[in-house]
């Protein structure tokens, strides 16, 4: 349950920053690339790449195309919420195993480590 949870939120964040950060709509559509003007060049490649992987998988789906896409969203953020996950679950579990410790100290309310970086 507490699992579950988690994991829930986690994904809702992640489909807030789809649409915030990324334009990415909850019905499935795209903002324009062009009025993404707080994202650098990396974030507008990261933008791209997601759109590009939205309609990969929407090109996977069955049903109209708004249902397709709004899937293939949910796809997104679900997928990307394991990954996340995932590499927090191997870094703890490589922290473990290597005795590291991470050592976090607030400087200007941002906490810098000494260990892992995820």
């Not at 324009?32 to 590009?52: I, N, P, S, Y």
């Amino acid at each position: 349950m507490v699992a579950e949870c988690r994991r829930r939120l986690l994904t809702d964040d992640i489909r807030y920053q789809l649409q915030a950060v990324y334009g990415l709509q909850p019905d499935g559509t795209a903002l324009r690339l062009a009025g993404l003007g707080h994202l650098d060049e990396e974030g507008r490649e990261v933008a791209r790449e997601l759109r590009e992987w939205q309609e990969h998988l929407a090109s996977t789906e069955i049903g109209t195309e708004p249902q397709k896409r709004t899937a293939a969203l949910e796809r997104v953020a679900h997928e990307t919420a394991f990954t996340v996950l995932n590499r927090l679950t191997l870094s703890l579990s490589i922290n473990n195993q290597r005795s590291l410790r991470f050592g976090a100290n607030s400087r200007n309310g941002w906490f810098h480590t000494s260990g892992v970086v995820l």
